[in-house]
């Protein structure tokens, strides 16, 4: 994957997240969903433009 494509999807993410956020409350199913996509789009941009990722999964 382009490194440029992978910061696209992360950042279209996030502004879904916050919006989701917004209308939903930080706990609704649809916002953890979300935050949790986040969180594995940046686990792979780590694990292959950084070489690391957490190991708390």
Same mark, same amino acid.
């Given at each position: 994957?382009?490194?440029?494509?992978?910061?696209?999807?992360? /950042?279209?993410?996030?502004? /879904?997240?916050?919006?989701?956020?917004?209308? !939903?409350?930080?706990?609704?199913?649809?916002?953890?969903?979300?935050?949790? /996509?986040?969180?594995?789009?940046?686990? /792979?941009? !780590?694990?292959?433009?950084?070489? !690391?990722? $957490?190991?708390? $999964?």
């Amino acid at each position: 994957m382009i490194k440029q494509d992978l910061v696209t999807l992360i /950042e279209k993410k996030r502004a /879904e997240l916050i919006k989701a956020a917004s209308a !939903n409350g930080l706990t609704s199913t649809v916002v953890i969903r979300y935050s949790q /996509e986040l969180d594995h789009l940046l686990n /792979e941009y !780590n694990r292959i433009f950084l070489g !690391n990722v $957490s190991s708390h $999964s």
